[in-house]
């Protein structure tokens, strides 16, 4: 029943840098979601513990695989103490489980609260959303919902396999369909900073920024039609700028010391406010889901500005992790030749009207079915288990058992979700390694407990089903329409481990790539222009 405690004894810049960690739940008591842990074993003294500190820097979002081996490999509940408050970290999928069975004495509130409180919104509008609420259009008689619960299960009711996720691929596959014809994205690929050939046959691109800028635009225009794009064409690059530094959102830095990243996150708003401003008649095609929550939110008598601070979140979520597991997925198989050959052949029935006259539309159900594409979603899978990055965080309210241990109330559960998928037992010796047929010999991984790229309980992801099609569709239309190889000798590139990521990792070196419409997609046909 007893913890070994792991005390780090830091500097003081780092106890500075711990303590604004700390702000980041919104409770009384000291709280966070805080770094990785320096390497202690027990015994060790303090002093011999500070060697370990920049690693623990370093890893500040509790991924490492190396987590169990800095702790001799223990599945027990691991309590560490710093600046007074204990964390308690589980790598163990069964404690995960019975942790996120739990949301009586395990809260999600506290971190919800502190987020919503760092993207602008007050005491007063923070009040409002988490009172249950008899009005609310999705309560039950005498079961009135907060606005966050009713918020929860409209993203649920939106993201999971039914109409509404139907409606929303479908929006999405008519946009990716027009951008990503040949002629068109090679004619418009000065708008990614990069050149283009003389006669549009061939360009050269940043990954990056193609996948950035293609698929935040076609998110956007998915959840809130075109009205985003014509208030502010280059919003989806304020996003970029705003994603690249948000750590610093989660951290609470103030202004004088984030100065872009609130700059960016101001103007994202203020283009929300100006959206929810403008009469509902001027800004069709927005999603289901985009307009019952303004439907709440409106009810709840927020304004302009104060809807806008919590959309923020909603803006955020749709775009931080799809175009870089676009990026990634593409990556992987570009630097394998047989790979993109094997996936191009498998994907082509997807394609079913492709001739020399028209690209081709889009089967969608094709492509998402792992009975019909098995390798594409075998990459998909092996790229989600090494890219995403997932940690879920409860703030303890009464004393809560779990795996033999007592944890104690005012302190942090974190669920390090990532150690789960580079067990050797379940995924293989070689977990550190991308292997495109991982899933195709282990296909039953993903229906078990070692499997939580997306979380689990309240904090599950309710948009994972839209961005598996959103990132299938974009790379199968990639491979199906264009000739891609490396502009020149590159490197694979890599991640950046070093920063706190909330999903995807984001990429810390970009790939420079020729493209070339394949032969006979670029006919010269007015609907290929």
Partial sequence: MYFTIYTLKLPRSILISSQIMLQYLDISSPSSEIP????????????????????????????????????????????????????????????????????????????????????????????????????????????????????HELQFRHGFPGQHLDELSEVSRENLDVVLRPRALIRDSGSTGLYAEEGYRSTTISLSKLCAQTIINANQKAYFGDCLSELDPQLYQTFVNFDALSWQLLYRYPRFLGRKMHASKDHITNVLTRYFAAPAEQRPGAAWVTRMLEEEMRQLGLTNEEMSTLMLLQYWGINTNVWKACFWMLSYILFDPSLLSLIRQETAPAFPNNSDQSPGSLNLAYLDSPTTCPQLHAVWLEVVRLTVSTASVRYITHDTPIGGKILRKGNILVNACRQLH????????????????????????????????????????????VARRTVLMFVALMLQRFEIGLAFSQPFPGAKRNMPASGVFEPRDDLVLTLRGREGLMPGRKDDL
Avoid at 70 to 96: C, S, V
Avoid at 103 to 131: N, P, Q
Avoid at 426 to 434: E, K, L, P
Avoid at 447 to 461: A, E, H, Q, T
């Fill in 36 to 151: 990785m842990p320096s390497k202690i074993a027990q015994g060790e003294t303090a002093t011999q513990s500070r060697a370990y500190v920049p690693v623990m820097v370093r890893e500040s979002n509790l991924s490492n695989p190396q987590l169990r081996a800095w702790f001799n490999y223990t599945q027990e509940p691991i309590a560490i103490k710093l600046l007074g408050t204990k964390l308690y970290i589980l790598t163990d999928p069964r404690h995960m489980s019975e942790a996120y069975r739990n949301s009586s004495t395990l809260s999600l509130d506290f971190f919800v609260r502190g987020l919503l409180r760092a993207c602008g919104s007050s005491g007063k509008v923070l009040e409002k959303i988490f009172r249950h609420d008899a009005n609310s259009s999705l309560s039950e008689k005498g079961n009135g919902k907060s606005f966050i619960e009713t918020m």
């Fill in 422 to 465: 580079y067990n050797p037992d379940v995924f293989g010796s070689d977990t550190a390694t991308f292997d495109a047929t991982r899933f195709l010999k282990k296909p039953h991984v993903v229906r078990g407990p070692n499997w939580r790229p997306f979380g689990g309980g309240v904090s599950l992801c309710p948009g994972q089903f």
